[in-house]
């Protein structure tokens, strides 16, 4: 790298104001770049890849290790585990195309195992929990809306690429009156050293209800690029999301005795009355992510060929937001009276910057750097305020500077990673203190066990809201939330998976109970400790042909079970067929049943003004059974899915509920397939 090019990078890492101007020339110039050499890399140059490994001391996973070829033209054969996938941690994998039933669990709407979440009735929409994880939180609190989230691409969600060939992975699933979710991906190296990946995911879904339409879009761009001596790294990515919904409220009280007797007049659910007929709501987010460093001294061991570096490095990451809410008209009966026109609307904007030197040596044992890290926040709400009280401020402004350090080691089998920062300047203050420690041998089994003490403040709904509404106005002070979590995993080969966790919250922050007389929820702070044990379960079993999959969740919350609501317990098991079909096996078929259940519990109120959960104590849901039958088959580098999805609705009771006053999907047929290509 010349001198020239070092000059100019340093200066952005100095000057970080220029830094949002120069992450968009660079995917400019990176999407040019790749569009050039496009040809070149169709010849099929194959890159020297590293095996399958561990990474910053994190485990890489995969359900299939598949020693499949794929013929490639002008390039022989080159191995599916050439093709890799390195994520937010630097742990790698590679596209996997078998077809295990884990892949089953995988084909929803966000791309995920929902496993723990209660999906609402259409595709696209909000989901309840039914469990939590507290092992890795955000040191800085985050907008709020959090009901937004199951469709939302977190830095932490987006990978980066290396592969020899262009790669490209379409992804289809059919939704709910007029839906569909379509996931397009394309990932390329135009140099052995360069990769550039660019994807779509839309969503639309109509619906069985009135006034519950699910819009989404994403756009995600990612770079990587290292040199030659590997003396300078860069990887980064673009994300716009656009998440759209309408909300209906719920089923009024009318109709959730229509619904529960299955009154034949309104088995076509379109006639059912509902509690909002014209609001929506929508979550707009833009963010720039990039991270680079360069080695000003580096050498490898020719005996040991361990390395040894002493770096210094730069993490940017800028993240505007755009929430609203807004109606038609003014509704009296759900959120109260209104002053003026419904048109809520909240703009948030987070500069993060972080520099650090880390030095790699024997005598650390791995890697120990040191971090400096600057959060600016500006959270506010653009409708007129003539029409708001003044009582409360109309925005959250400020800046924050963080230090801190990570220590990374490696004792032959065992991994350590160590994380400390602390808040030093600013309004909001606090510190996180991560620590974990991984045992693995080989692919047989591994160990993992770790901790988290953290004081954050709560999120910013929490502490200011405006609103058209006249009760969902407020500004509070809330003290920082502490946690302190244990958590431990053992992944074995041949007896499956266990996890387990113990966290305590103090100060927790939640939406409380509606208001006796007008019915609204606003933000509580508790005082006393919340302290939650969850642990699940994961282990099948094969004979012959057919499988046993299954998984459970075990809730237990020893102190707080007022204000904090899980089942006691979940489970999902699957019995399945697999096998060739037809002479030279030229088909992989699998089809089975899943069966869905846990325990009644007073699961939380959906406030879609808020985009939030709030507490109740009328309704309980759940004890019902989820029967999904389905038929998945696998052609080459296809994979097919089939499902009729809770084919028990109409004989097990109409007693499903996602959420008070919220039904689960009736009787529905899916269709859905993943298809790669390589090039």
Known sequence: MVLADFNSIFTAIILPLRLLKFMKKLFIFCFLLSLSNLAHAQRGRLLQMEGRSIQNGRFSENDSLSEKYVNIKLSGKVKFTDYKIISYYNDSTFVDTTLTIKKDYLHSFNLKDNFELLTFGNMGQTATKLGYDFNDIDKFPILGATAKLVDYYSVKDINYYRVPTPTTIFTHKTGFQQGQMLNSFITLNTAPRFNFSLAYKGLRSLGFYRNELSSHGHVTLTMNYRTENDRYNIRGHLVSQDLINDENGGLTATSLAFFKENNPQFTQRSR??????????????????????????HRQDSLTQKKSYLKIGH?????????????NSTSTSVFGTATGFIDDKLISKQIYNQVFVALKAPIVLGELSAKLENYHYDYGYTQDTTVLTTTYGNALKGNSVAFGGTWKAQLKHFYLNADATNILTGKLNGNQLKADAIFKNDSVYSLNAGILIASKSPNYNFLLYRSAYDAYNWENHFINERYKNIHASVKTEKYGAIEAQFTTITNYTYFGLADAITGQTKPEQANNKVSYFKIKVDKGFKKGNFGLDNTLLFNNVSSGSAIFRVPTWSTRNTVYFENYVFKGKPLFLQTGITLRYFKKFYANNFNPLLNEFSLQNDTQIGGFPILDFFVNAQIQRTRIFFKVEHFNASFSGYNYFSAPNYPYRDLSIRFGLVWNFFI
Request: aromatic share 24%; proline share 0%; glycine share 0%.
């Open 272 to 297: 059912l009355d509902i509690n909002l007929n014209n609001a929506n709501s929508v979550l707009r987010t833009n963010r720039y992510y990039f991270e680079h460093d360069y080695k000003l001294w």
């Open 315 to 327: 993490v940017y990451n800028y993240q505007l937001a755009h929430y609203e809410y807004n109606e």
